[in-house]
């Protein structure tokens, strides 16, 4: 059974700093999403990987997929405000979709 | 403009009458999926579509029924909803494995 863990839960980091949230999934996954979620909005997503290796980056966001340590990273560079929301990570083989269960980050000046 | 869908976007019921959560897209996309989101819980998703007339079970279909008659429509119905169904319900639709799109959310209460 395919099990998607993202740490951490809660993020609070300061305007300007880097972080990293992570992603990992317990069996083989043969694709990689991320999304982005506002409160009270529905999902936005962000990058799909599909590949060993696969590096996707739009603005101060970066993802990247590491299918042997079954491992996806979402870093986030020189944080601003407008990067506040819930980001998650979906893992699957086949179908279906399995979530994270979300990190919530709150970027403070 | 290319989107997603859902009505009602807010529905009060109460347990046993049945109801149905519409959803449908404009981008021709194959692949369609119902998802709830629960608060601790995350999103879970219900049921998905390959194509016209296939539908599989995704990790919470109990209670739920959906069908695909045509590509664009994709309706989550509830027979006897019961108050563990209260929930935030997405529908998504994607070609293939690609990019899903997600529709606005039906916020559904089960007194």
């Known amino acids: 059974e395919l099990k998607v863990e993202q740490n951490p839960l809660f993020l609070s980091m300061q305007e300007g700093k880097n972080y990293t949230i992570y992603c990992n999934y317990s069996?083989?996954?043969?694709?990689l999403y991320w999304y982005r979620q506002d409160p009270g909005k529905s999902l936005e997503s962000l990058f799909v990987?599909?590949?060993?290796?696969a590096v996707k980056q739009e603005g101060r966001l970066m993802a990247s997929l590491d299918t042997k340590a079954r491992l996806s990273t979402l870093h986030i560079t020189a944080a601003v405000h407008d990067l506040s929301a819930t980001y998650f990570c979906?893992?699957?083989?086949?179908?279906?979709?399995?979530f994270g269960k979300g990190t919530r980050l709150s970027v403070i000046a | 403009e290319a989107q997603v869908t859902q009505n009602p976007r807010y529905l009060i019921t109460v347990t046993g009458k049945k109801l149905t959560v519409t959803c449908s897209q404009n981008?021709?996309?194959?692949?369609m999926s119902w998802y709830r989101q629960d608060p601790g819980l995350g999103l879970r998703q219900i049921y998905y579509?390959?194509?016209?007339?296939?539908?599989d079970k995704g990790d919470v279909p109990e209670g739920y029924k959906v069908s695909r008659k045509e590509k664009r429509n994709f309706p989550l119905i509830l027979e006897s909803p019961s108050p563990n169904q209260t929930s935030l319900y997405f529908c998504?639709?994607?070609?293939?494995?690609?990019?899903?799109?997600f529709g606005p959310g039906t916020r559904l209460t089960v007194l």
């Open positions: 579509s390959m194509n016209v007339e296939v539908t």
């Open positions: 069996t083989t996954s043969d694709r």
């Open positions: 979906a893992a699957s083989l086949d179908t279906p979709l399995v």
């Open positions: 998504a639709s994607s070609f293939d494995t690609d990019t899903q799109y």
């Open positions: 981008m021709n996309h194959e692949y």
């Open positions: 990987l599909l590949s060993n290796g």
